[in-house]
């Protein structure tokens, strides 16, 4: 650390002991009650019986009674055609091969993909439909077992983004802006509430293989300016669910035990010399994989799933890092009390063969999204899990490149698409919002990005305008200065 960043570490140590008088006594004490977020509580109060302002703490208590303890996010990379899927168009069918009203592409923003086009061809939905459940939504025939939850869910049609191009969209929808460097939806989640289960991360991120080759980056689930430990962290694929988690042969637990000791007292001296709180977080972090080399390859073992359970989720579910045994994991981190679980699927970019790229999407998603939702329902853990399925935005209803039956495919859209939403004090059995007849513009109850995150948060017990973090003289929060809870969705 170099001469400048000592003094002002000195400084903020001058303020904090100037501002404390006999306070430190009850903040020695906070870092003796607990570990994880409960000693973050411990230190909030301490802090606050002390009469020292330090505003980014986490909750003591959410804002109020919350209706979910935990989120499943099914993050569905690349843009799912919203007209292939949950909303259909029969006009989409009658007007195939011709242009698109101008009255209705109006002066929308098109990427740069298809901005050279001569024309906006319509094509029709490469996907039949029909309607199900009480509440009679259209659902296609390429999602059969999405479709038979339909009593389950609520399917969100008047989603909107201001976001065109991947990365930025997928940034804006997991951080609540464009650009990186903010925390991520999981990573507020688990600083404000923390961890139920100290045996493991409060937010854990597994990303299904096979999908496609659409890149994800890891700032989609960064912890930005929060403490470090909140970032997510990634389950991988394979032996090993977590990079270097399992101890060197001849190791033994109880020198791993004296080792993370002696490094403890080590890095204990240097907070003392330089005052870093990200040392705690270093701190924090070491003890947690201490403790996920028991709880993680218990949740990794699947040899206690009966057999009609692994049915229920798919062929794949046996394959590591296939999205059915990702989803199968979700279920076993929700029992386990994770708070965050985000599942990345790749394989939805379809500029070209969408019928046969679609089919492979929902072929390889449909059914475990379905049996994750019933599964929930049937050990009583849907009623406090929120279960999101959903992109980054949807696709247009004109064709890019050459219109054929077989060979067309779809620009990015982000201003109308559909996710669906299950359990945690959401409605079920709901379609919400509508399109116009080309699922091109929203005609009813509009959901910004920002609406969704408020709600996503609500749905946790957080009010999302007074849940904020001062970073470089700014306060900062999920939806930055917007964003409405949508209470229409909620039961």
């Keep these: 650390m170099d001469d400048l960043q000592k003094a002002m570490y000195d ?54 009674i919350p209706k979910a303890k935990r989120v499943i996010y099914l993050f569905q990379s690349g843009g799912p055609s919203q007209m292939e899927l949950f909303d259909y168009k029969p006009k989409l069918y009658e007007m195939h091969g011709q242009e698109i009203p101008a009255s209705v592409l109006g002066n929308a923003r098109v990427s740069g993909m298809t901005s050279n086009q001569n024309g906006f061809p319509l094509a029709a939905p490469a996907a039949s439909f029909n309607q199900y459940g009480a509440g009679g939504g259209y659902f296609s025939d390429l999602i059969p077992h999405t479709a038979g939850i339909a009593d389950d869910i609520t399917v969100v049609k008047s989603m909107f983004t201001e976001q065109i191009n991947h990365e930025p969209a997928v940034i804006f929808t997991q951080t609540g802006n464009q650009l990186s460097g903010r925390p991520s939806i999981g990573s507020w989640i688990s600083y404000g509430l923390g961890s139920l289960n100290n045996n493991l991360p409060s937010f854990i991120v597994l990303i299904s293989k096979g999908g496609g080759d659409q890149p994800i980056s890891n700032l989609a689930w960064s912890n930005g300016f929060l403490p470090s430990h909140h970032q997510g962290v990634q389950f991988m694929s394979g032996k090993d669910p977590v990079l270097y988690l399992s101890s060197p042969d001849g190791i033994e637990k109880l020198d791993r035990r004296r080792a993370l000791n002696f490094i403890r007292e080590f890095n204990l001296l240097q907070k003392d010399k330089w005052k870093d709180p ?54 076993r981190l929700a029992e386990k009390d994770v708070r965050f679980i985000q599942l ?55 064709c890019q490149g050459k219109l054929t039956q077989e060979e067309f495919g779809r620009d990015h859209h982000p201003g109308a698409y559909s996710i669906w939403m299950a359990g945690g004090g959401v409605k079920s059995g709901l379609v919400y919002g509508a399109t116009d007849d080309f699922a091109h513009n929203i005609v009813e109850n509009k959901v910004h990005v920002h609406d969704f995150q408020a709600t996503m948060l609500h749905l946790m017990g957080i009010d999302h305008e007074k849940f904020t973090y001062k970073s470089q003289g700014r306060r900062y929060r999920l939806t930055d200065v917007a964003g409405e809870v949508v209470h229409g969705l909620l039961a």
């Design 344 to 398: 990345y699927h790749l394989g939805w970019d379809h500029h070209g063969k969408l019928s046969s790229g679609i089919r492979k999407a929902t072929h390889q998603t449909d059914q475990a999204s379905a049996a994750l939702v019933k599964d929930l329902k049937q050990r009583g853990l849907l009623d406090d899990t929120l279960v999101i399925w959903g992109g980054e935005f949807g696709r247009t209803s004109f």
């Design 11 to 64: 400084q903020s140590r001058r303020e904090f002991l100037r501002g404390s008088g006999l306070g430190l006594g009850s903040i020695a004490l906070a870092g003796l009650l607990g570990c994880g977020n409960k000693n973050d509580k411990a230190m909030k109060q301490a802090l606050s019986a002390a009469g020292i302002a330090d505003e980014n703490q986490p909750l003591v208590n959410p804002h109020f």
């Design 278 to 331: 990200e040392i705690d977080s270093r701190l924090n972090q070491y003890e947690m994989a201490y403790r996920m080399q028991m709880a993680v390859p218990e949740i990794a073992d699947l040899s206690n799933e009966p057999q009609h359970i692994l049915d229920m989720y798919g062929p794949d579910v046996k394959v590591p890092g296939s999205y059915a045994y990702n989803c199968l994991m979700a279920r």
